[in-house]
């Protein structure tokens, strides 16, 4: 059979073999080929003559058995981050210590990896060790003071335990008789200090009152108010500018700061199905609180914009008009920041119910905002599991952040920083989804490692991204923070009783439902002359309608099946976001606001109403 000499064979580099079981253990077995090219007759071992392609030139291919553990009991699992094999299973420490919080604790393992203490030798005695025995120790130490090592620099808040840090302790003891002066030891006892400086200066101030915003948005309106709002709200007077009255760059600056500094601070850990499926259990109230300050802020964002759009009833079109304007300036300037998250947020407000309803004032906005508003709306689409979304995201990690050799001296620094920012609630989706789909155990109480290799991969995803956002060269100012924290809220009742005021409904919902035939949208709007289209119906395409709201009250809650799978609690039905009809998904439903109990949000399966427009 003849053959074209240095012809390289169209091989994978890494196949599937199968399993294997050892011990109880589950391993998943592969090959993986490597490619070594062997140099002509005529080449000698010292390299005298270059390499040819001649015609006795061929090429090989060098294939070794790959290994990975797929599922073991708990001190198989302890056992293989001493004892594996590192070099072809380099992922198998760093997702067990991510991960490991999701079935077992951090004292559990730490009883199963740290050896005991030797025992002091009585005075006189010396026991004396083969040299292949003293090697066996000092590699099992060397190991372990490794798996340590690395603990200590990627997740030091797994030892966090107050008061006594007892974790911590347990580590510093081994550190101190197997590795006295190595620099584990010094990170153990920095650590410690560190916490328990923080728990003293925690002593010494008296705790910061939780901020539940401005005083307008923990107010319940009167039910015999027609506008909604209480005497005391009607009377409230600003002190200072409002945040509209800053430019659209301090703005988007400024909540991209606050963005990237807590999504910085997340830990990977919380951001878990396990964990984080868990926060409304009882006595979970302090569950994952650097993922619960992101949802804070994300929350506040959006009342920022309900509050400024809706607070004012007194505005004509087109003074509200300017502000939907200026907030889609805001939006597309976080676009370019690479801030995701409060730009999810701002179109999430302007695409709810409340102010999405207000057909007079979207009308006075012009052709070229709405435009961008149509463009910006396209990102968050669910069409695909959100796959525009994922993908803009991949291009923008790809994109190089501005180098220091790249800026010419004397002239100021690029206007764009590094980044991005993320929507954390993809990430919580994708991990929530993956702990309902995959189980804890297998077969024979086999701890199921391949299920959190899944979630490492995630997790991995954003420790990457935390290191890109800390890269930002944002200076905060205090007059924009300011009136960001100070900008008046409304409640979600507040919020649909205000909007009713500024543009009444044009009928009152009917006293019991109606059946109504499985017509198209365009028969539908064809049938009910009386009944003008809406001012985005040209730029946005033709959208749902919100739900039907009654003179009386806001609409009641309804959560649909997929909204279970939320990354956070209760959102409320509202109308789809103003942006073209697309498929959905099987994932359609998930990706919906994932704020918490105060937001407003955009759920895609709105039944059409007659009047309230």
């Not at 003293?200 to 009167?222: H, I, L, S, V, Y």
């Not at 979304?389 to 501005?402: C, D, F, N, V, Y």
Request: proline letters at 11%; aromatic letters at 4%; charged letters at 25%.
């Amino acid at each position: 059979m003849d053959r074209t000499a240095g012809k390289e064979l169209a091989l994978a580099p890494l196949q599937d073999w199968g399993e294997e079981t050892e011990d109880g253990a589950v391993y998943s077995v592969s090959l993986r080929r490597q490619l070594s090219q062997r140099l002509s007759p005529g080449a000698g071992p010292g390299g005298s003559q270059a390499p040819s392609p001649a015609a006795d030139a061929f090429l090989h291919y060098r294939t070794s058995k790959v290994r990975a553990l797929r599922a073991a009991r708990l001190e198989q699992l302890v056992r293989e981050l001493v004892s594996g094999d590192h070099e072809q299973d380099p992922g198998f420490v760093p997702a067990f210590l991510a991960t490991h919080r999701a079935f077992v604790s951090t004292a559990r393992v730490l009883g199963l990896l740290l050896p005991p203490p030797p025992p002091p030798l009585p005075p006189g005695i010396e026991i004396r060790k083969t040299e292949g025995e003293g090697l066996r120790v000092n590699k099992n130490l060397r190991a372990v003071v490794s798996v340590l090592s690395s603990w200590l620099r990627d997740h030091p808040q797994d030892f966090r335990d107050p008061p006594a840090h007892s974790d911590l302790g347990s580590v510093r003891t081994f550190l101190g008789w197997a590795a006295p002066a190595g620099p584990e030891a010094q990170e153990a006892e920095k650590l410690l200090g560190d916490f328990l400086e923080e728990a003293e200066r925690k002593q010494e101030e008296e705790p910061p009152e939780a901020w539940a915003g401005p005083p307008g948005a923990t107010q319940t309106p009167r039910p015999d108010s027609p506008e909604g709002c209480s005497e005391e709200e009607e009377g409230l007077v600003r002190e200072g500018p409002e945040l509209l009255d800053f430019s659209v760059d301090e703005v988007a600056e400024q909540l991209t700061l606050l963005d990237a500094e807590l999504f910085s601070r997340v830990r990977p850990c919380e951001c878990l199905g396990s964990v984080w499926s868990q926060r409304d259990r009882p006595g979970a109230t302090s569950a994952a609180p650097t993922v619960r300050a992101t949802v804070t802020q994300f929350n506040m964002v959006i009342g920022c914009v309900l509050g400024s759009v809706l607070g004012e009833q007194g505005l004509a079109a087109p003074q509200r008009a300017q502000r939907l304007e200026k907030w889609i300036r805001v939006a597309q300037r976080c676009r370019e920041l690479r801030n995701f998250s409060s730009l999810r947020a701002i179109l999430s407000a302007l695409q709810s119910n409340p102010i999405y309803r207000l057909k007079r004032s979207w009308g006075a906005v012009s052709r070229e905002q709405l435009s961008t508003f149509r463009k910006l709306s396209q990102i968050f689409s669910d069409e695909n599991n959100h796959l525009s979304s994922r993908e803009i995201l991949s291009q923008e990690e790809a994109t190089k952040g501005p180098q220091e050799e790249d800026t010419l001296p004397g002239s100021l620094p690029p206007k764009l920083p590094p980044g991005p920012v993320p929507y954390l609630g993809t990430f919580l989706t994708d991990l929530v989804m993956l702990d309902t789909a995959l189980p804890d155990m297998l077969e024979g109480d086999l701890i199921n490692f391949e299920k959190r290799r899944k979630e490492w991969e995630i997790l991995a995803h954003i420790q990457q991204l935390q290191k890109r956002c800390r890269s930002y060269c944002l200076s905060p100012r205090a007059p924009v923070l300011a009136a960001l924290r100070t900008q008046r809220q409304l409640s979600e009742e507040q919020s649909y009783r205000v909007s009713r005021v500024i543009e009444p409904p044009a009928a009152s919902c009917p006293s019991s439902p109606r059946i109504r035939r499985r017509i198209s949208l365009t028969k539908r709007l064809k049938s009910c002359p009386e009944r003008g289209a809406h001012p985005l119906v040209g730029v946005l395409g033709t959208p749902p309608p919100p739900p039907p709201v009654c003179p009386q009250g806001p609409p009641h809650l309804v959560l649909e099946p997929e909204t279970l799978l939320l990354a956070v609690p209760r959102p409320l039905q509202g109308p789809r976001a103003p942006a073209p009809r697309a498929r959905r998904s099987v994932c359609g439903g998930i990706a919906q606001m994932w704020a918490c109990e105060r937001t407003l949000i955009a759920c895609p399966q709105a039944p059409l109403l007659q009047g309230d427009m």
